[in-house]
T-cell receptor, first 113, second 111 residues
Framework: EADIYQTPRYLVIGTGKKITLECSQT?????MYWYQQDPGMELHLIHY???????EKGDLSSESTVSRIRTEHFPLTLESARPSHTSQYLC????????????FGQGTRLTVV | TQLLEQSPQFLSIQEGENLTVYCNSS?????LQWYRQEPGEGPVLLVT?????EVKKLKRLTFQFGDARKDSSLHITAAQPGDTGLYLC???????????FGRGTQLTVWP
């Protein structure tokens, strides 16, 4: 059983608000990822990290930012939410060794009104 | 440009039927994973294949990695409604441990 947790599961928020989506894992994985996904659609990598103080932008341009101060914690922040940010956000982690196998959290369903 | 192409995109079948979904690429991968995702949840890893030509079985699911490690297939025998979900393939390269996901096959199995 993978131990990676996302909070909140659901969030409805007004335009212009600052939000932080939390992601924590207890597996000691160095690599962590944030994906954006619309229902039933493909995953888009928006941020990833290879370890503490390492963050990189993914394939899909995103107005969000991330930080990695602790190995187990990889929060995603939107400074000013907009309706176009409405989506599901999935956090994942993987161990350093190959093959890379990702373990996903349950996701945060964000709705910006 | 999608690195991994999955087909079909949608598949709707009756309980008891067999099916195969495909994951194809022009790139070579050191490993390939299959995940299943149910609505409102994160993807769950089903299997990892690493050797060209490798076949793995998970109950009624059979996974095959192509000889050239560019493609993979997932075959489900006697599908059940519980198999319904989005099936995603993901290729892993040796560089920095990135995973590249396909767009997925949405499978619906009707009772």
């Amino acid at each position: 059983e993978a131990d990676i947790y996302q909070t909140p599961r659901y969030l409805v928020i007004g335009t212009g608000k600052k939000i932080t989506l939390e992601c924590s894992q207890t597996m000691g994985h160095d690599k962590m990822y944030w994906y954006q996904q619309d229902p039933g659609m493909e995953l888009h990598l928006i941020h990833y990290s290879y370890g503490v103080n390492s963050t990189e932008k993914g394939d899909l341009s995103s107005e969000s930012t991330v930080s990695r101060i602790r190995t187990e914690h990889f929060p995603l922040t939107l400074e000013s939410a907009r309706p176009s940010h409405t989506s599901q956000y999935l956090c994942a982690s993987s161990a350093t060794w190959v093959p890379t196998e990702a373990f996903f959290g349950q996701g945060t369903r964000l709705t910006v009104v | 440009t999608q690195l991994l192409e999955q087909s079909p995109q949608f598949l709707s079948i009756q309980e008891g039927e067999n099916l195969t979904v495909y994951c194809n690429s022009s790139s070579v991968f050191s490993s390939l994973q299959w995940y299943r995702q149910e609505p409102g949840e994160g993807p769950v890893l089903l299997v990892t294949v690493v050797t060209g030509g490798e076949v793995k079985k998970l109950k009624r699911l059979t996974f095959q990695f192509g000889d050239a490690r560019k493609d993979s297939s997932l075959h489900i025998t006697a599908a059940q409604p519980g198999d319904t979900g989005l099936y995603l393939c993901a290729g892993g390269g040796s560089t920095l441990g990135r995973l590249y996901f396909g767009r997925g096959t949405q499978l619906t199995v009707w009772p």
